[in-house]
């Protein structure tokens, strides 16, 4: 795989969106430097929109790495169309990055935690998520549950749609509420066939998915993880006061003094993945880690961006390195060496 050219997959707007600081914002990551890394690297780039792409043709695929990333655009109707592309690579087993379960595991929480649930790693796995389609799908089983629990919509970021539940009443509220999907002409169209064909079941009005999860307790902080090759970056995030979440909370800090053993736990997932890039977020109450989310595409930068050190094992040890990262650099060395370790 080491002299395959590198596709990189553009947006209508010629984007690769990939990137915290850019100029002009949100204009993705910078195509020239990219070029320009690769090319000291011997690498052979081009930027291509995924309208190019023709199925029919196998043997354009055939010499080509494929990296993409995904969108946050309003009801993911383009995300929509970049999944379908994607897949469609795939099934022709045209080599992409990453596969196509990651991108199904943005703005998607249940695959998110159903990669967590088949992935062979026990360590990962002392948060344990139930999915719902409906409310009323979780209705049935609320007495089953030890309360507190933790209530996520399946959509968002930055702990948006993230909520303590403490008792079954808080939850079957909350649950309705999160997973409500009432919409004026549907629901009308609905509520006539219920009147014209006896036995009729109507649907449900609360068909948003979402997940519920156990409650980690002791912790005040949790540590955003960025994995760009064999560099770690770790920012550290606090929890607000009478909060449970430390994304969002903008209390953040750059520190060495990171819990021991985390970055070996980082490590082994990421290990697990075989990808170049790959973001989590790890928390510790003083007994345990706690892998809590974690993205193979389009998850932030600002923590690579603005490090002023960076973590490298070396001989079984951990080593900081001070030193600054740029990442058009950073994408074109991760990469570059993980194609190397493909042969």
């Avoid at 196998?58 to 790495?65: A, C, E, H, M, P």
């Avoid at 796995?125 to 399946?154: H, Q």
């Avoid at 892998?291 to 900081?320: R, S």
Wanted: charged share 30%.
């Amino acid at each position: 795989m080491e002299n395959k050219k590198i596709v990189f997959l553009v947006d209508y707007n010629n984007r690769f969106s990939y990137k915290w600081n850019t100029k002009p914002y949100r204009s993705g990551i910078n195509k020239e430097a990219l070029l320009i890394e690769f090319k000291k690297l011997g690498r052979e780039v081009i930027f291509m929109p995924y309208t190019d792409l023709n199925f029919r043709d196998r043997k354009f695929f055939v010499d080509k790495v494929f990296l993409y990333t995904s969108q946050e655009d309003e009801n993911l109707f383009y995300k929509s169309f970049v999944e379908d592309m994607v897949l469609g690579l795939e099934m022709i087993d045209a080599k992409v990055i990453p596969g196509y379960k990651y991108l199904r595991a943005h703005h998607n929480k249940i695959f998110m935690e159903i990669i967590r649930d088949v992935a062979p790693i026990p360590e990962i796995k002392n948060i344990k998520s139930n999915y719902f389609g409906t409310f009323e799908d979780f209705r049935k089983s609320a007495d089953s549950f030890s309360y507190p629990l933790v209530l996520k919509s399946a959509f968002g970021a930055t702990s948006k749609a993230v909520t303590l539940i403490n008792n079954k009443r808080e939850a079957l509220k909350r649950t309705k509420s999160y997973s409500s999907s009432r919409s004026f002409w549907y629901d009308l169209k609905d509520y006539i066939r219920a009147i014209k064909h006896k036995g009729y079941k109507r649907e449900s009005r609360h068909r948003r998915k979402f997940i519920v999860q156990n409650l980690i307790s002791g912790m005040d902080r949790d540590y955003k993880i960025l994995v760009f090759g064999d560099k770690y970056y770790v920012l550290e995030r606090r929890v607000k006061k009478n909060d449970f979440r430390a994304s969002g909370s903008g209390l953040i800090n750059y520190t060495k003094d990171i819990p021991t053993g985390i970055l070996d736990y980082a490590h082994q997932f990421f290990d697990k993945q075989n990808l170049p890039f790959f973001a989590m977020d790890v928390a510790f109450n003083g007994e345990k880690f706690s892998l809590i989310e974690f993205q193979a595409l389009y998850f932030g930068t600002h923590t690579l961006e603005t490090a002023p050190y960076y973590f490298i094992q070396k001989n079984g040890e951990w080593d900081c390195v001070e030193k600054e990262s740029v990442l058009e650099t950073e994408i074109a060395f991760a990469l570059d060496k993980y194609l190397r370790r493909q042969r």
